[in-house]
């Protein structure tokens, strides 16, 4: 029988910050570029996850109870990254009503 082990894990981590990575170097559109972020933030998610499943840490005084720290961190990866998007999308809204493009190579055209 096939088991899914912590090395199958990895791979799709990896996978997903190639993406996220390769993403953010092609995209000229700012909202792609905030979608390669996503994939990398998604990346750290999954490997917290998995490592916590996958190590033998117990939690003391929690009467043998698996820790649940990459669990823990990995919803404030999710938080970190919905609170990411609302402000990002907020410059880019305001971004797009100053110049009528999302386009990261005219970003050099503002002033400040």
């Known amino acids: ?3 899914i082990g912590l090395y199958h894990f ?3 981590s990896f996978v997903l910050l190639g993406a996220g990575i390769a993403t953010i170097l092609t995209k000229r559109n700012a909202i792609g570029i905030l979608i390669g972020v996503e994939l990398i933030l998604n ?3 999954v490997n917290l996850v998995a490592f ?3 190590s033998n840490k117990v939690t003391p005084g929690a009467g043998g109870e698996p820790a649940i720290d990459g669990v823990v961190f990995s919803m404030f990866i999710i938080v ?3 609170a990411e998007a609302a402000v990002a999308l907020a410059i880019f809204l305001n971004y797009y ?3 009528s493009s999302i386009d990261v190579e005219r970003a050099d055209d503002m002033k400040g």
């Open 97 to 99: 009503n100053r110049f």
């Open 52 to 54: 916590n499943r996958f």
């Open 80 to 82: 970190l990254a919905a």
């Open 1 to 3: 029988m096939f088991e």
């Open 43 to 45: 990346a750290a998610a």
């Open 10 to 12: 990895v791979l799709v």
